[in-house]
């Protein structure tokens, strides 16, 4: 995750850094995303857990699953998958 953070965030910064208006919302979204997955998987890390903590996971749990949405366009589905 680590790498994640370090390479994969960055990348996403550069690549979407100058959308069109019609894309701003949906790479707002995905950005957020990526930080929120991120941010699930960094808590881990920590040596101790305080009911905070705990508390912060769930969130970046539930937060992510309301915003993956945004990936859901890119989805295999079974056709796609016969193909390759």
């Not at 069109?20 to 699930?40: E, G, H, M, N, R």
């Amino acid at each position: 995750m680590k790498a994640l953070r370090r390479v994969i965030v960055p990348v996403f910064v550069a690549t979407l850094l100058i959308p069109l208006a019609s894309q701003q919302t949906p790479f707002t979204d995905a950005l957020l995303c990526v930080k929120i997955l991120v941010y699930f998987h960094l808590m881990p890390q920590y040596r101790y857990h305080t009911e905070a903590t705990i508390e912060y996971k769930k969130n970046y749990h539930q937060d992510y699953h309301c915003q993956k949405d945004v990936f859901s366009r890119f989805h295999a589905s079974k056709s796609t998958q016969e193909i390759l």
